[in-house]
């Protein structure tokens, strides 16, 4: 069907490839918007964190969610009015410098690369699940499909598809949790509001088999009621990391460029968190299902509970296979976006804009086509060998953003006096730390693990407002070495942001880029 759809959609130019034409509503914005979130993360991670850490899972929840309040207060509308393809290329044209254009295409790509790795991995568990084939031949198959229809479509396809598989993965999610929950004793109408009740039997050792043993009963207690499981700190500081890791995302801030104005932006995020809402409320019946039917299945079932869960209670191969579909679905979708970012990046803001600014659009198409292939082949490799939990691996990816594109996007919105002096220095040390703590992670230093003071998943609280902090100092100290020319190209911007009067049109991009500021 996927790849089916990818041909209905075959583009030729680059505002197809890359921004699906403009042409996308606010609700079927909204649809590819949540599809593009609910990756393999949210439909088997968060389920899997809640089945393990309990109550802290939460801060996944909060986190994820919150972040989209921030995205539609400080620079949902502002990005739309900006127009054109890439977050990179809105911040380069916004500091007026290659430099900050090519380190944001950079760090699109790393994001791209870390949080692809994720779901790689979900995709590769499923698909053994389904095809009974393993890990590895799972994480190839995923891989042939989804570049298949990627470039054949690009965002048109990518869109489209993700329209459908958010129908797919919420109906998979929803209809065997109604079947889960009667058939562990409630009536079915509305688990989101029935499993508090079988959450307060697990409280007291009652699960599926019987009576857990006290040993198993007392972990059960540390581990779902509040603070069994980390602290205030590292609740609050991997809350915050998913908060401004999600406003920063470029694979979700370009979906801002697919619509028609503004407006429609603004009530795409609005859909956006509607349909994410669905999933996320009803990700903690799974957890406590999890534990009902599976209580001792630990950290090597925590990312297949969504399957685990079912399996136990015997809902039979259809609704289990169904709810599999899902999670690939979501898998997929995500990808598929992600891989857009990070080819765009590089196609668009390497090649056709600093590198080739001269080269016709089969060309970039032809090199973002090639780029998608080797992206998907770096990802691919990682995936065959990753470092954490699916949705911990994600979490790195949100850190990444939020200590780098974050802040040097919220002040070239709303910091007049943000410069690329103070851009380039807020992005490279978000970016020399959150890598830094990420390779202290996979090297188990505890400094950078899960009770560290700088924990690789949510690293953000401390990193993310010294970045703000040392682009504002740096801009304020270099503000004298801006070009009154560079000054007036940046105003421009702002006055374009804002929509503001006294906005000049720009020059052709060809003549543009021979001016434009190292």
Request: proline residues 4%; glycine residues 12%.
């Amino acid at each position: 069907v996927y790849i089916g759809v990818g041909f209905l959609s075959k583009v030729s130019e680059t505002s197809g490839y890359w921004v699906a034409g403009r042409g996308i509503g606010k609700i079927g914005n909204g649809a590819a918007i949540a599809s593009d979130w609910m990756s393999a993360a949210s439909f088997m991670g968060v389920a899997g964190l809640l089945y393990l850490k309990g109550w802290f899972g939460l801060g996944y929840i909060l986190g994820w969610t919150g972040g989209y309040v921030l995205l539609l207060t400080l620079l949902a509308a502002q990005i739309r009015r900006f127009g054109k393809y890439t977050i990179p290329e809105f911040l380069g044209d916004r500091y007026d410098s290659h430099a900050v254009r090519l380190i944001s295409a950079a760090v699109t790509v790393i994001i791209a690369i870390t949080y692809a790795t994720a779901q790689f991995k979900g995709i590769g568990l499923i698909c053994g699940w389904i095809f009974g084939i393993d890990y590895t031949a799972s994480v190839l198959l995923a891989a042939g499909v989804v570049l298949t229809y990627m470039l054949i479509s690009g965002m048109r396809g990518v869109t489209r598809n993700q329209q459908i598989q958010y129908v797919v993965l919420i109906s998979a999610f929803l209809i065997p949790l109604w079947l889960l929950i009667k058939k562990a004793g409630g009536t079915g109408w509305l688990p989101q509001l029935e499993y508090g009740a079988i959450l307060s039997g697990l409280m007291d050792g009652k699960v599926a088999s019987g009576q857990l043993s006290a040993e198993a009963l007392d972990q059960l207690r540390r581990d779902f009621l509040p603070w069994g499981m980390g602290n205030i700190y590292q609740f609050i500081a991997l809350a915050f990391t998913l908060m401004v890791g999600t406003a920063g995302l470029p694979h979700i801030m370009i979906r801002f460029y697919t619509v028609k104005n503004e407006d429609i932006a603004r009530k795409s995020v609005l859909w956006g968190l509607f349909f994410i809402g669905l999933l996320y409320w009803s990700s903690p019946v799974y957890a406590a299902m999890g534990k009902f039917w599976n209580p001792l299945g630990g950290k090597a079932v925590a990312d297949v509970i969504i399957l685990s869960a079912p399996e136990r209670a015997g809902l039979g191969i259809p609704f289990i296979g169904y709810l599999a579909g899902g999670a690939m679905a979501a898998g997929l979708s995500t990808v598929a976006g992600l891989l857009v970012a990070g080819a765009s990046a590089i196609a668009h803001d390497w090649y056709a804009t600093v590198f080739k600014p001269d080269c016709t659009d089969r060309e970039a198409l032809h090199v973002g086509r090639i780029f998608t292939i080797i992206i998907c082949a770096i990802v691919v490799i990682a995936a065959l060998n990753p470092p954490a939990l699916i949705a911990q691996i994600v979490a790195m990816a949100f850190a990444i953003a939020g200590n780098t594109i974050f802040p040097a996007a919220v002040l070239a919105v709303w910091y007049g006096k943000a410069n690329k002096y103070g851009a380039l220095a807020g992005i490279i040390f978000g970016l020399t730390l959150t890598l830094t703590a990420m390779a202290g992670w996979i090297a188990g230093i505890p400094l950078f693990g899960p009770e560290g003071l700088l924990p690789a998943t949510s690293s953000s609280l401390i990193v993310c407002p010294l970045a703000f902090l040392l682009n504002i100092l740096v801009s304020n100290l270099t503000d004298e070495r801006v070009s009154d020319e560079s000054a007036t190209r940046m105003d421009n911007i702002l006055r374009k942001l804002h929509n503001l009067p006294g906005y000049v049109e720009e020059e052709d991009r060809t003549v543009h880029s021979a001016t434009k500021t190292p």
